[in-house]
Nanobody, 122 residues
Framework: QVQLVESGGGVVQPGGSSTLSCTAS????????MTWYRRAPGTMRVLVAA???????YYLDSVKGRFTISRDIAKNTALLQMNDLKPEDTAIYYC????????????????WGEGIQVTVSS
């Protein structure tokens, strides 16, 4: 079974920085894309940033220039560096491992972390 564990987050002042980390563990052969989503209170979950196995990245417009996603393929880890945080960045952030191939299992599956709270407030 694959598990995703997120760390980081917490309470940050506006204009501050924080780094989220996501590590996938289990009998993983490969992960096509690692993605961070977020869900603010009363809203739907949205894709914030994604990075593929070839290094291609995607960012939500509102975080471009402020957030940076990176990945260590060998360690099955993805980082989300968040700078110049704004109150509207407050949300639960979820890590996703998309199209994950697991040893001994046919095909691929998606896996999710439990989520981690980021609160931007003075």
């Amino acid at each position: 079974q694959v598990q995703l564990v997120e760390s980081g987050g917490g309470v940050v002042q506006p204009g501050g920085s924080s780094t989220l980390s996501c590590t996938a563990s289990g009998n993983i052969v490969s992960i096509h894309r690692m993605t961070w989503y977020r869900r603010a209170p009363g809203t739907m979950r949205v894709l914030v940033a994604a990075i593929t196995s070839t290094g291609g990245t995607y960012y939500l417009d509102s975080v471009k220039g402020r957030f940076t996603i990176s990945r260590d393929i060998a360690k099955n880890t993805a980082l989300l560096q968040m700078n110049d945080l704004k109150p509207e960045d407050t949300a639960i952030y979820y890590c996703n491992a998309d199209k994950t191939v697991v040893r001994g299992k046919t095909g691929y599956d998606d896996y999710w972390g439990e989520g981690i709270q980021v609160t931007v407030s003075s």
